[in-house]
Antibody
């Protein structure tokens, strides 16, 4: 059974940093692209970033480019999202999600980690 | 990376059919057959319902179907059931190797 478990969420001040982790199990982690998607309170889904297979290819939403870094450790079956220069508008539940293959459709999702940026 | 356009809400009675539209551009929806649809209940993670425009993952009822014409994709739910009441989001791959979601549609079963 596929499982994705996020951790590392919390409260951080504007301008601060935070690192999210997503522990994966139940599938061959290195064979799939992995994404981060966020959802601000009461709002819709917003795609954040993807890291493909060995992590060499990474792409970001314009809203986080230059501030967030996605990475993966295939030896630990873990996906990361390092977030810097956080803003109030980054407040959201952050989901990690597994790609079905290479078509940007997401077939398994974690339960989400809440990040609150507030002074 | 502008969000895809979905109606804010749709409604239907049990047994009826509804269709949710998702409009993008030639740089996303119109340019690729990589449109997905997700169902989300409040405070829950999204669930993939349709991928690659028309395909259903295992376990998704065949009451759910997808289609696309030009820059607009659609999700149709036939034989509406009370349990279908949820938020629905479309998404598409884009020319910049990113993904874009629609704003979401709240489906109310009357």
């Amino acid at each position: 059974q596929v499982q994705l478990v996020e951790s590392g969420g919390g409260v951080v001040r504007p301008g601060g940093s935070l690192r999210l982790s997503c522990a994966a199990s139940g599938f061959s982690f290195s064979d799939y692209g992995m994404h981060w998607v966020r959802q601000a309170p009461g709002k819709g889904l917003e795609w954040v970033a993807v890291a493909w297979f060995d992590g060499t290819d990474k792409y970001y939403a314009d809203s986080v480019k230059g501030r967030f870094t996605i990475s993966r450790d295939n030896s630990k079956n873990t996906l990361y999202l390092q977030m810097h220069s956080l803003r109030a508008e980054d407040t959201a539940v952050y989901f990690c999600a597994k790609d079905t293959g290479s078509d940007y459709s997401l077939d398994w999702w974690g339960q989400g980690a809440l990040v609150t940026v507030s002074s | 990376q502008s969000a895809l356009t979905q109606p804010a809400s749709v409604s239907g009675s049990p047994g009826q059919s509804i269709t949710i539209s998702c409009t993008g551009t030639s740089s996303d929806v119109g340019g690729y057959n990589y449109v997905s649809w997700y169902q989300q209940y409040p405070a829950k993670a999204p669930k993939l319902m349709i991928f690659e425009v028309t395909n259903r993952p295992s376990g998704v009822p065949d009451r759910f179907s997808g289609s696309k014409s030009g820059n607009t994709a659609s999700l149709t739910i036939s034989g509406l059931q009370a349990e279908d009441e949820a938020y629905y989001y479309c998404s598409s791959y884009t020319t910049t190797n990113t993904e874009v979601f629609g704003g979401g549609t709240k489906l109310t079963v009357l």
